[in-house]
């Protein structure tokens, strides 16, 4: 699968997701290709963590310079102090950089952000003391505290997505204990592995490795081609387990900031 390929089945994954995360303010809809949020008093400078962005994620239409001008406008309007715009791989992505520049956007100056891929064939399951298995609903009911534990306020993204049938969820325990949780999210071809936290007390007993070896096999059996990932470089665990189980860097996605004067 080409980059800018992964890019549009990721577009597609973020849509279906992203209504459901906590305190998610709405997309605004109509400017070109863009994928934009917007949130005038979140004032992050962390672009994970700031929903002040905007997503060119290997645009399927023409993307003209009028679109950039209209996207730093209506940041500019709402009274926002930065907003990030992230940039995957795509046909018009020299144009595009060169808008950026022309408004101002730098590349934000730190950490990286890949896209990792592989294709979807079975793995053998992680060997670890804790026991890995599918959440269904009621156990998500009961593990409602650990998954607060886990999550923080993205314990309810998993409550609300763990009937829905594109989704799946994946936890370890301890004991009979909810200690690490991961989800998966099947879109035609292609599985998204994402949604993953580990409660403090229980990291370095390979949850995440067993999670990991889980969800792609659960992408196998729901026909799956390819299954993909993200994370960010200075998780450097998050990107060694990834590696250590097929992935590999298909693109980083470049990250630009502007910031009021």
């Given at each position: 699968?080409?980059?800018e ?12 997701s992203?209504?459901y ?15 934009v ?5 979140n004032?992050s400078?962390?672009?994970s ?19 950039i ?20 791989p ?9 808008w ?8 934000f ?19 670890t003391?804790l026991?890995?298995k ?6 998500v ?23 829905q049938?594109q ?7 301890a ?23 580990t ?7 390979g ?8 969800r ?16 960010l470089?200075m998780?450097?665990n ?7 189980n ?16």
């Amino acid at each position: 699968m080409k980059p800018e390929e992964v890019a549009r089945h990721l577009r597609r994954v973020v849509v279906a997701s992203d209504p459901y995360r906590p305190e998610f303010p709405g997309t605004i809809e109509g400017i070109g290709d863009a994928y934009v949020t917007l949130d005038a008093d979140n004032d992050s400078p962390y672009p994970s963590s700031n929903l002040n962005a905007v997503h060119f994620m290997g645009c399927t239409k023409e993307v003209v310079s009028a679109d950039i001008d209209r996207i730093v406008a209506l940041f500019n309007e709402s009274g926002c102090r930065r907003f990030f715009f992230w940039l995957s791989p795509g046909l018009q992505k020299d144009e595009i950089q060169n808008w950026l520049a022309a408004h101002g956007l730098n590349r934000f100056g730190g950490t990286g952000y890949p896209t990792l891929l592989r294709t979807a064939t079975p793995v053998k399951p992680h060997e670890t003391s804790l026991e890995v298995k599918r959440l269904d609903p009621e156990e998500v009911k009961a593990q409602s505290e650990a998954l607060t534990e886990i999550f923080s306020s993205w314990g309810d993204f998993v409550r609300t997505t763990c009937n829905q049938p594109q989704f799946d969820h994946y936890g370890a325990y301890a004991n009979n204990r909810l200690v690490a949780a991961a989800g998966l999210y099947v879109i035609g071809d292609l599985g998204y592995l994402g949604w993953a936290g580990t409660a403090e007390p229980f990291r370095g007993l390979g949850g995440q490795n067993a999670l990991i070896t889980a969800r792609i096999n659960r992408a196998v059996e729901r026909g799956c081609r390819w299954v993909c990932s993200e994370t960010l470089y200075m998780l450097e665990n998050s990107l060694r387990n990834l590696e250590r189980n097929g992935f590999h860097i298909i693109y980083d996605k470049e990250v630009y900031i502007w910031e009021r004067p």
